[in-house]
């Protein structure tokens, strides 16, 4: 059974972030606890049934709501202001702190599912974070996405966006089912990072002042699966560069493998794919 502590954080903006806590259920607790990112547009509430596998592993973890999303949003999505780069600079340094507040631990192991698990490298204080996870982690970049997502892509974020900015204010993108509908600047900066190789090094200079994939030292594994049309190989080694001094391990899950017909870029963490909860676990060690 789930069982967990409805938390808010504060972030330095004062925005404040609605989050579950889910306390070890293991007489030996794991050293460090574990802060799961989101997916671009999933909410918390989709990782509760790893969240609680986890807990019952004996680790501590966090799992929260980016802003403008889930209980993370306030008021009508048209009028939201949130942004990627936000929640790199703001959403996930908070969280960090929350959870190290909370546990009383030195660090904390980043769980990153997609863009959860690709914004390290914008966030001020990277040095808390003992280890990465990117579970289907990748710069997105369009060229080298895969099957309907590389002919869909394109016309999200070229047509689709920019019409919906202006005739609804936000991004439409629970209707194709790719989660819940962004926020105009979610959106408009989702289409700009994966223009181009690189993900989130495109807004350097402009709403990114700070860079730092290059003080990361920390280990960095990156899973996905073959059949991941949007974290393909080519794109997890795009992000992985961007990292040039982390110890980088990379794991692919094929399907068949592991006894599934898909994995794709959101299954591993759904109880029908319970058999790869452990493989992540493995990864979590630091």
Not at 68 to 91: F, H, N, R
Not at 232 to 244: G, H, M
Not at 247 to 264: N, V
Request: proline share 5%.
């Amino acid at each position: 059974m789930s069982q967990f502590e409805n938390l808010n954080i504060q972030c330095q903006d004062g925005y404040t972030l609605s989050a579950r806590f889910y306390a070890h259920q293991n007489k030996i607790a794991k050293p460090l606890p574990v802060l799961i990112c989101p997916a671009t547009g999933i909410t918390k509430q989709f990782y509760n049934s790893y969240a609680t596998w986890l807990c019952e592993q004996g680790y501590d973890v966090l799992v929260f709501d980016f802003r403008g999303i889930g209980e993370s949003l306030y008021g009508p999505l048209k009028k939201s202001t949130a942004s990627i780069v936000q929640w790199g600079q703001l959403d996930i340094p908070a969280a960090i702190e929350t959870l190290l507040d909370k546990t009383n631990a030195p660090q904390v192991i980043l769980l990153g599912h997609s863009a959860g698990g690709q914004l390290l490298g914008i966030v001020p204080n990277y040095d808390k974070v003992a280890k990465v996870v990117a579970v289907s982690g990748s710069t997105g970049h369009v060229k080298d996405l895969k099957g309907r997502t590389k002919l869909l892509a394109p016309v999200m974020f070229n047509v689709i966006f920019p019409i919906a900015r202006f005739t609804l204010g936000y991004g439409p993108t629970n209707a194709i089912g790719m989660g819940e509908n962004l926020p105009k600047d979610v959106a408009r900066e989702w289409a700009q990072f994966c223009s181009k190789p690189g993900y989130v090094i495109n807004a350097l200079g402009k709403t990114v002042q700070y860079d730092f994939h290059k003080q990361i030292n920390c280990p960095i594994t990156a899973m996905w699966s073959s059949d991941d049309e949007i974290a393909t190989e080519a794109n997890v080694k795009d992000l992985l560069r961007l990292y040039p001094n982390a110890d980088i391990q990379m794991i692919e899950l094929k399907p068949k493998a592991t006894g599934h017909k898909t994995i794709g870029h959101m299954m591993m963490f759904k109880s029908s794919h319970k058999n790869l909860w452990s493989v992540i676990e493995q990864a979590l060690h630091v």
